[in-house]
């Protein structure tokens, strides 16, 4: 499905297809399953034009500055839980513990001390 905004009201439903540079409308009043777009009525064209701006209004209301956000690197890797496990285990016999994980989650170097 192509990227989209829409705007709906009581009334009417208008979607905007942005990448496709094609518009909907649709009377929802008369048209509640959105069959029929009524966009090229000549009697819509000041609804269209209407919900058209109110709509850019919205979308540019809700853009971040730009700049806002850093780039990088937001992955997040799980906890590997048998390292986890080990190290609980090892410092319940020995006292001390000391596990390496490497990052992709394995056990690369364990120390442990009485």
Known sequence: ???SNALVRQRWKFIDWYKKDHV????LDNDPLELHD???DP???AIIKEMRKRLNELRDGLKEP???CERGDYS??????DAI???EEAKNRTGA???VVNQTGSIVQTTTSA
């Not at 909907?24 to 009377?27: A, G, P, S, T, V």
């Open 1 to 3: 499905i192509p990227s």
């Open 24 to 27: 909907q409308l649709f009377d």
């Open 38 to 40: 009524v966009k090229d």
């Open 43 to 45: 009697a819509n064209a």
């Open 66 to 68: 730009k700049g806002s």
């Open 76 to 81: 997040v890797t799980a906890p590997d839980l």
């Open 85 to 87: 496990k080990a190290q």
């Open 97 to 99: 513990v000391q596990v």
